[in-house]
């Protein structure tokens, strides 16, 4: 059973937004924060954004700054990633992923140090 389960993926044209959400397949578990990191065909897998669950403290890549907001509903046990001002560039499949541990900035950005994952979502952004 996959730990993780996204939903929100689709179709859009550039220019358009995009809502996608992480919430735990099964029980909920306890972990230190909650990420979105995305693969295009061809491309290595890379960090978007995270969240940690405590405090709310959030980490985003460059590349998707002042675009893509991250935020978490505790009471759900859900993480949602808003995506605003989608460009062709930011096609992939995102996956949802969950770590134990305390990051902070880069240092969230290795996909060795998540212990959950989703299988993913396909955005696609279309000219």
């Known amino acids: 059973q996959v730990p993780l389960v996204e939903s929100g993926g689709g179709v859009v044209q550039a220019g358009g937004s995009l809502r996608l959400s992480c919430a735990p397949s099964?029980?909920?578990?306890?972990?230190?924060?909650t990420g979105w990191f995305r693969q295009a065909p061809g491309k290595e897998r890379e960090f978007v954004s995270i969240?940690?669950?405590?405090?709310?403290?959030?980490y985003y890549a460059d590349s998707v700054k002042g675009r893509f907001t991250i935020s978490r509903d505790a009471a759900e046990n859900t993480v949602y990633l808003q995506m605003n001002n989608l460009t062709p560039e930011d096609t992939a499949v995102y996956f949802c992923?969950?770590?134990?541990?305390?990051?902070?900035?880069?240092?969230?950005?290795?996909?060795?140090?998540?212990?959950?994952w989703g299988q993913g979502t396909q955005v696609t952004v279309s000219t």
């Open positions: 992923a969950a770590r134990r541990e305390y990051c902070s900035g880069r240092g969230c950005y290795a996909t060795a140090e998540y212990q959950y």
């Open positions: 969240i940690s669950w405590r405090a709310g403290i959030r």
């Open positions: 099964g029980r909920p578990f306890g972990t230190y924060a």
